[in-house]
């Protein structure tokens, strides 16, 4: 199955779905001391996901930018992804926890494609397991980074310990530009199957 160029991948399980390349990108390498967290000596583990948020990304792959509004509901078992394509069209990305996901446009065209991915969204807890790199400096931040499945990098900040940087090895970088906001909810969004509403 091929997802469309247009998916943001942060918020798919499709780690799974992915064979893993040898000749994808690889992180940064600009490496900083660890020395002063508490518990020094452990490697630290990445913060949870909160249960519900709303964060602004922007995404780069290979030189094709977009900037993605991003809804997360976990209690409710769905995601929510509003995605902006620079010069080109408004994209509308919901998944369900059920492993479906339908991807939309609301403009002239109004079309709407279902895809079923086996993995539903992601846990909040999604990187347990990963690999502790070190600290890195990255967008202007002093990050904790962590490996998952050789599949993506994780980006945390050391200060406030929110996500503010991502790569995947395919190349795509996602970068918050913002607060993860917890506890914004997609409860009176639509979220019913804009298939059947188009």
């Not at 397991?129 to 998952?148: H, M, N, P, Q, S």
């Not at 790569?167 to 199957?193: H, N, P, Q, V, W």
Request: hydrophobic residues 35%.
């Amino acid at each position: 199955m091929v997802l469309p160029d247009s998916h943001v991948l942060l918020v798919a399980s499709v780690t799974l779905l992915f064979p893993i390349s040898s000749t994808g990108s690889s992180p940064p390498t600009t490496t900083i001391s660890a020395a002063g967290r508490s518990g020094e000596g452990a490697s630290p583990t990445p913060t949870p996901w909160p249960p519900q948020f709303h964060s602004l990304l922007y995404i780069n792959f290979s030189g094709a930018l977009s900037f993605v509004d991003l809804w997360y509901d976990w209690p409710n078992s769905r995601n929510f992804n509003i995605i902006q394509h620079q010069l080109g069209e408004l994209l509308y990305d919901l998944e369900w926890g059920n492993g479906t996901s339908f991807y939309y446009t609301l403009d002239g065209n109004r079309r709407c494609r279902t895809v079923h991915f086996d993995v539903g969204i992601l846990r909040p807890d999604w990187l347990d397991g990963a690999t502790y790199l070190g600290r890195e400096a990255v967008d202007g931040f002093i990050c904790d980074v962590w490996e998952k499945a050789q599949f993506i990098w994780y980006y945390e900040d050391v200060e406030t310990r929110r996500p503010v940087h991502w790569l995947f090895y395919t190349g795509r970088e996602i970068c918050s530009c913002d607060d993860i906001r917890s506890g914004s909810s997609t409860r009176g969004r639509k979220m019913a199957s804009p298939c059947l509403l188009l």
